[in-house]
Structure formats: C-alpha cells, structure tokens
C-alpha cells in the first residue's frame, strides 16, 4: 500500500492541484456566536491570497510526506478527525480534505467533535460550519466537565482526567461510525516539546508518533500534521478565517512545565537557527547501540569482529560529523547546517 501513498505526497509535492490551490468556499460563520474568536484577516486581500497559497502548497506537502513515510492512510480507510474549535484541527480536517478528493485512491473523512457541555462552548459554531461545507459529521454530547469538576479539586489542573474521558468516548464513537483510522491534530511543535517533558520530567527518549496502535488495542491513531510547524497553522487558520473556539472555557491552563518546554523551543528557534530542526531529525535517526537501552540491543552479544564498523565506537576520536557541526554553529555568525528530514535509515 505505500505506493499509492507515495504517488499522492508526489502529486502534492508538485503542486497539482486547482489554480489557485482551493478546495472549496469558505463558509462564514457569525463572529457574534459566543465564546468564537475570528483570528484577523489581511488588509491586503490579493496578498493574503497569496501567501494562503503558498502556505496551502507547503502544508499539503509536509502532510502528503507522512501519510507516505508512515503509512498513515491507506485504501478505503474511513478517517475519523477530532475536531475541537482549534486552529490545528481546522487545519488538519482543512487538508485531508483536499488530499481526499485527489488522492490515487478512495478514503472517507468523517468530523466529530465532543461535546463536554463546558459554560459557555458555543455548540452551534461547529455543526453550522460542517454542514455548510458539506463535510460528513458527527456531534458526541457527553458531559464530562461536571464529573471533572466534582472530581477534581478546586485549583487543580483539569486536562489529565479530561484527556482520559475524552479519549475514551472519542473510542466508542470511532467504533460505531466504523472509522479505520483516528486522526489528532498535533504537529511538530508538540512532537518536541512531548520529546523533552519526557526527557526531561519522565526520565523516557518518548514523544508523540506519527502512528500508533491505541491503548485499548483496537484503533490506529495517526497524527499527520507531525512534520508541520505550529505557526504556519496558526497562519493558516488567520488566512483561511476558521471560526476558532477558544480552548480555555474550562477556566484550566496549560501545565506550567509545557508551557515553559513550548517557550525555551521558540527561544531556541530564534537565537539557535537549525537547532529544532536538528533535534526533530534526531527522532527519526535513532542509534539503539549507543544509547544504554539493554531491551532494544543486546550488549551481552558484543563481540570484536575484526571488520570496520562505521558504527562502532571511536575510542579517544571525536565524531568528526558532530565536530564539524559545532565549528559550525561557534563560528562568528554560523549557523547549525541541517538537512530536510530524511526518512532513509542510512
């Protein structure tokens, strides 16, 4: 099945798409619906048009990339996507919608969204935007904001028993729509910072990945806005209007941990140029033999051979690769040199 897969990321790395990059008319919904936040549009309607474009183009191939890379979609798969109110899974519904009506092969898109009966969640924003674009749909209302707040402790922070009650009905309705596939909307940006609470709090090298059997072992959940950046979805949903819904109506806020991780990874971003692309690299270029895991390689087999290793261990030498690197970025004005992610284990 990756063949299929691989000549849609083609057809969308070349750009053959409509003209003008569309998929279909946006469907204004009232700014005045309550608890909606329209993001800003730009003053400049050509330019906007423009660059939504250009934008349309790069996220359609970085998503095309790892639906081939992961086999995350395959023939007749009906994909189920979690929609929220929020700008990455507007924009990830936005795209694989695009990606269905010119893909080699047939698959279904279905939208849900769960209901959790929180004050002031403007029920009627999403329902009005789905059926006006046509786009098969489903509204999940289950009130899981009382028992959280009966549960939790004032002051508390929300978001884990939310996540888990959410999850779970999410399940079931993947189970009675019949979807093959659950499609969440986290990108690369939170790929990386789930990398270093891990790393950093979990004591786990663990993130988020592209593709992955579910914890009660009977659904796929797929994320395929893993190569996309936070800020070009946040572009998108300004250029394209999504009617956003604020994420906060539950009065929580983000841990105070990630939201530091999210911080320290922009600060990177602007003083270190090449450093977050280097690190996201790093993911998809593991060397089990010289990490210390005993579960993925057995150094009890270790033996000398007598062959060159490239692999092996360089005693007293310094890693010429990573040596070069750093003259690199300590150089007046250098920057770290870093490769488009390559998928190619060697």
């Known amino acids: 099945m990756v063949a299929p897969i691989v000549r849609l990321a083609g057809r969308i790395g070349t750009g053959m798409m409509d003209e003008d990059g569309s998929i279909a008319t946006h469907v204004a919904v009232p700014a005045a619906s309550a608890g909606v936040r329209r993001l800003p549009a730009r003053a400049d309607p050509r330019r906007g048009e423009l ?42 519904l936005d795209i694989l919608l695009t990606l269905k009506d010119r893909a080699p092969f047939p698959f279904e898109v279905v939208a849900v969204n769960l209901d959790q009966k929180q004050p002031g969640f403007p029920a009627e924003v999403l329902p009005s935007y789905f059926a006006k674009r046509g786009i098969p749909y489903r509204i999940v209302e289950q ?3 009382s028992v959280v707040k009966r549960v939790i402790p004032e002051g508390g922070t929300l978001c884990s028993l939310c996540s888990r009650l959410r999850r779970g009905a999410l ?4 189970t009675e729509i019949g979807a093959t596939r659950i499609a969440l909307g986290h990108h690369r ?9 891990n790393l950093f709090f979990g004591g786990k090298l663990k993130t988020m990945p592209p593709k992955l059997v579910s914890d009660d072992g009977r659904h796929v959940v797929i994320r ?30 983000q841990h ?9 990874l922009r600060e990177w971003e602007r003083k270190h140029p090449g450093r977050i692309e280097s ?24 033996r000398a051979t007598g062959r060159i290793d490239p692999d092996g261990d360089l005693a007293f030498d310094a890693d010429p690769l990573l040596d070069r690197a750093l003259d690199a970025v300590e150089r007046p004005g250098g920057e770290l040199p ?7 284990p060697d």
Do not use: W
């Open 279 to 302: 690190i996201y690299n790093a993911l998809a270029k593991v060397v089990p033999s010289h990490l210390m895991d005993r579960a993925l390689f057995d150094f009890g087999a270790v």
């Open 51 to 92: 660059e939504a474009n250009k934008l349309r183009k790069r996220l359609r191939r970085q998503v095309g990339e790892a639906i081939a890379a992961y086999d995350l979609i395959e023939r007749n798969d009906r994909v189920m996507v979690c929609v929220s109110g929020g700008k990455d899974s507007y924009g990830l």
């Open 224 to 253: 395929p806005l893993a190569f996309v950046r936070e800020r070009d979805l946040a572009r998108y949903a300004s250029l394209q209007g999504f009617p956003i819904i604020p994420c906060n109506l539950c009065g929580s806020q």
């Open 143 to 145: 009130d899981t904001y």
């Open 171 to 174: 399940y079931r309705v993947a």
């Open 189 to 197: 940006d939170d790929v990386l910072a789930t990398f270093f609470l």
């Open 256 to 264: 105070l941990q990630r939201r530091q991780v999210g911080e320290m």
């Open 338 to 344: 870093v490769a488009p992610l390559s998928l190619d």
